[in-house]
């Protein structure tokens, strides 16, 4: 059973706007940190932003100002609100849980979900 799964990442013009959602099933909601990270073939999978238990949130300096990460405690949903899309925000773009944030910050977690894909044209 996947507990964490992505849903919204389609093809989009340059300067559009997304918003991914991520659902969780079997986690203690409360109890875990989450966090957006994305990858595109041939390089590194980067921490987009993570999201503490308190709600905090803390963003990769290239997205700041044009994505915005929430996560709705009452459906257990995590959010990735994506504005002026840029080709090089073309990726596959996974969320995780774990309970510790300084984790995720290492691009460590113990649950993934297994992505969607967000392409971006020029």
Not at 19 to 38: Q, V
Not at 72 to 86: G, R
Request: proline fraction near 2%; charged fraction near 20%; include cysteine.
């Amino acid at each position: 059973t996947q507990i964490l799964m992505e849903f919204g990442g389609r093809s989009v013009q340059a300067g559009g706007s997304l918003r991914l959602s991520c659902e969780n099933s079997g986690l203690t909601w409360s109890s875990y940190c989450m966090a957006w990270f994305r990858q595109d073939p041939g390089k590194e999978r980067e921490l987009v932003a993570a999201l503490d238990t308190d709600g905090s949130t803390s963003y990769a300096d290239s997205m700041k100002g044009r994505f915005t990460a929430s996560k709705d405690n009452l459906q257990h949903t995590l959010y990735l609100h994506q504005d002026s899309l840029k080709p090089e925000d073309t990726a596959v773009y996974y969320c995780a849980a774990d309970a510790s944030l300084l984790r995720l910050r290492r691009n460590e977690a113990d649950y993934w979900g297994q992505g969607t894909q967000v392409t971006v044209s020029s």
